[in-house]
């Protein structure tokens, strides 16, 4: 492969991770038709929440487990759920099938929050904050759900990565409100 070829093809490479320890048993979704459906209910609640939109377009595939572990090589390999990946194409969300249909709204969220970030935050900000604030809106729509365990569960990770990412952007909230949240995650670079 051509090195110039080669830089196009994969910039950004972003995760969600099943790292809850409860699990809900609701229906499982396994086809895009589904998976169509809560990307535009985590659409229309980041819009309306929080005032995310993303310009660009959104590549979504649900896909099995071994064709995510294709995609993704790096140390959390085994525990995603979900991708995001951006490149010349635009942005790509691949979701893990067989999700229970809480866990693929939330984790639908996060990579959507991904893409946003890609347009709206700066391009070098810590991996925590990232993860952190995907997070953190994974926990906003559990709870809009009434997944209050699955939502707990995250809160309470201890993740070097997504549970430190996630408590710094708690603590903005419980002093300064959501709407802090959302101004610092458009200019920090780190926490
Ligand atoms: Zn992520």
Same mark, same amino acid.
């Given at each position: 492969m051509h090195t110039k070829t080669k830089i196009f093809l994969i910039i950004i490479i972003l995760l969600s991770l099943n790292l809850a *320890? &409860?699990?809900n048993y609701n229906k499982a979704v396994n086809d895009i038709s589904e998976a169509e459906e809560l990307l535009n209910i985590a659409k229309n609640y980041l819009q309306t929440n929080f005032g995310? #939109?993303?310009s660009g377009k !959104?590549? /979504?595939q649900v896909v099995s487990a071994? =064709? /995510?572990d294709e995609l993704y090589h790096g140390i959390y390999r085994g525990s995603e759920i979900g991708l995001y990946q951006q490149n010349f194409e635009g942005h790509h969300i691949y979701i893990m099938q067989g999700l229970s249909r809480d866990k693929c709204l939330s984790t639908i969220a996060h990579e959507y929050t991904h893409a946003w970030q890609n347009e709206n935050c700066p391009f070098n900000q810590d991996i925590r904050l =990232? +993860?952190? *604030?995907? @997070?953190?809106i994974e926990v906003k729509i559990l709870r809009l759900d009434g997944a209050y365990q699955l939502a707990l569960d995250i809160e309470r990770s201890l993740d070097p990565v997504y549970g430190y990412g996630l408590k710094i952007l #708690?603590? #903005?909230?419980?002093?300064? &409100? +959501? @709407?802090?949240? !959302?101004n610092y995650i458009k200019t920090a670079l780190a926490p």
């Open positions: *320890f &409860g699990e995310m #939109i993303v !959104i590549n /979504l071994g =064709k /995510l =990232k +993860e952190g *604030f995907a @997070r953190w #708690i603590k #903005i909230e419980e002093s300064q &409100g +959501e @709407r802090a949240v !959302i």
